[in-house]
Every structure is written in structure tokens, then in C-alpha cells.
């Protein structure tokens, strides 16, 4: 699935992501995330796909696996992997370790991070990565597949379907 370096093969843990707390401030001026490293905690380990790159990143590798399937809902503009993202709960809480560490500059620490480690599963500043680009094809096939079925209703119930 996801190939390791050596070193990192029998290693019980790894670090294969890494994110930050807020974003970067927008550079068309708009007001900067207020949004906390615990909201993107929660957004990866418990919302959707839509929500988190990471979710839509292991959701894609864990397709088959899981029994997945990247579907549009409600509008038709968002994706998600509609009742699977239960499974994909249920398998981040199995296997899904978080730590954070707060720094002054979290987005410099973020991309040296990316620079020097290998981390297969982040695509922002990492094209160096050697799963970069097949990472970045089987998301864009999973997109594709999914905006060629027909829209799904949100899985909550609100909003409309589109064909």
C-alpha cells in the first residue's frame, strides 16, 4: 500500500502525516483560521473526507480494504465516503496515533518537517516524496469515479440530491 524506507519497515509506529493549527492567512486578505489544533484533530479522526485531506488521503488507500467508496452528496459539490466514514472512524480509532507539539511558526516547522522526513501521506510541499505522485493519481481517480456516479443525499438528511 504505502511503501516504507527500510528503516522504517518493522518500526511499530510511524509518522506518515504531518499538519498545523491554523492554516496559513489567506493571501487575498481575508481574516486568518481561528481554528485550533483541535479542530483539525477532530476533523481528521471524526468528520469526513470533505473536511480533511488526511480522511480523503487514507480513505482512497483504504478503499478496497474497507470497502469505501468516494461519493458527491447533498449539492453535488461535496465528496465523502458517505456511510464509510464510520469504517474509517472505526479504523483510525484502531490504528491512528495523534501528538502536537506548539511552536511559534508552526507552518516553518510543518514544511522543514516535510523537507526531511518521509512522510508519504502529506502532498502539500512534498512533491520530493517517492509516492507523491501515484498518492496524487489514486485521489484524482477516487474524485472521478466518484463525480460519475449520481449524487447521494447528505447522509444527515439535510439537503437535496442532485442527478
Not at 477532530?42 to 470497502?67: F, I, P, Y
Request: hydrophobic content about 40%; aromatic content about 4%.
Amino acid at each position: 500500500m504505502v511503501p516504507l524506507p527500510e528503516g522504517l519497515a518493522g518500526a511499530p509506529w510511524k509518522l506518515l502525516y504531518v499538519g498545523i493549527a491554523p492554516k496559513p492567512a489567506p493571501l487575498n486578505g481575508a481574516r486568518p483560521s481561528k481554528r485550533t489544533i483541535r479542530h483539525r484533530v477532530r476533523e481528521h479522526l471524526k468528520r469526513n473526507a470533505e473536511a480533511s485531506t488526511l480522511r480523503l488521503t487514507l480513505g482512497c488507500l483504504l478503499a478496497d480494504q474497507l470497502g469505501l467508496e468516494l461519493r458527491r452528496v447533498g449539492s453535488g459539490n461535496r465528496l465523502t465516503f458517505v456511510h464509510g466514514e464510520q469504517v474509517l472512524n472505526k479504523w483510525l480509532d484502531a490504528h491512528a496515533r495523534v501528538s502536537y507539539l506548539a511552536v511559534e511558526s508552526p507552518r516553518e516547522v510543518e514544511k522543514a518537517v516535510i523537507e526531511r522526513e518521509y512522510l508519504p501521506l502529506n502532498l502539500s510541499d512534498n512533491r520530493h516524496n517517492p509516492f507523491f505522485e501515484e498518492l496524487t493519481r489514486i485521489r484524482k481517480d477516487a474524485k472521478a469515479a466518484a463525480r460519475a456516479l449520481p449524487v447521494l443525499p447528505n447522509p444527515s438528511g439535510r439537503g437535496t440530491a442532485k442527478r
